[in-house]
């Protein structure tokens, strides 16, 4: 009768007391469970619940505040972007209006130095006919000049010489012979 004596009191002692007792729990001991739960949540709670929820909450301002500063930076970035355009268009305009002003001045330039070049020339021509035509004038002179001494000198001859027509003649293409 031991082990009867041992499974009846085994029996007795998990016997149910109540409502919970028929669920196979005990009630002191549900309690004590629970009240050490309950402590247990509260220190969680306090002392790393309420420090990691606000380590999360700072976290997520500080990833809102970057994704918001993101966002400004990409706003930033397209204007500067399109400054950067207009400033190009512009740049080219002036480039195109400053190259068809050099363009026009070089035509200018261009032009000028011909006429100036054409009235040099003729400027030269000019000059070149008038000194052409003074030394024509000089070089006929110089030969009337000859010319008279050459007849001065072949009379001369012909009057020291009384000589006939022949002699004459003769002598005359004789001094032009010399002279020239």
Do not use: C
Not at 7 to 20: L, M
Not at 39 to 66: E, N, Q
Not at 72 to 86: C, F, Q
Not at 121 to 129: D, T
Request: aromatic residues 2%; without cysteine; hydrophobic residues 45%.
């Amino acid at each position: 009768m031991s082990t009867e004596s041992n499974t009846i009191s085994t029996t007795e002692v998990a016997e149910p007391t109540g409502g919970i007792g028929t669920l196979g729990l005990d009630v002191d001991i549900f309690i004590a469970q629970l009240v050490n739960f309950l402590l247990v949540m509260i220190v969680l709670w306090k002392f790393a619940y309420k420090p990691i929820i606000k380590m999360l909450d700072d976290r997520t301002a500080r990833i809102d505040k970057s994704m918001k500063d993101a966002e400004h930076v990409e706003k930033r970035v397209a204007a500067l972007e399109d400054e950067r355009k207009m400033i190009v268009a512009e740049a080219r305009k002036e480039a195109s209006v400053i190259v068809e002003i050099a363009r026009t001045d070089a035509e200018a330039l261009k032009t000028d130095l011909v006429e100036k070049s054409k009235r040099e020339v003729e400027r030269v021509i000019v000059h070149g006919k008038a000194q052409l035509k003074s030394e024509q004038e000089s070089m006929m002179r110089e030969a009337r000049k000859e010319l008279v001494e050459i007849a001065v000198a072949a009379a001369k001859k012909i009057l020291i010489e009384s000589v006939d027509d022949k002699k004459a003649n003769s002598l005359a293409e004789e001094v032009v012979r010399k002279m020239t």
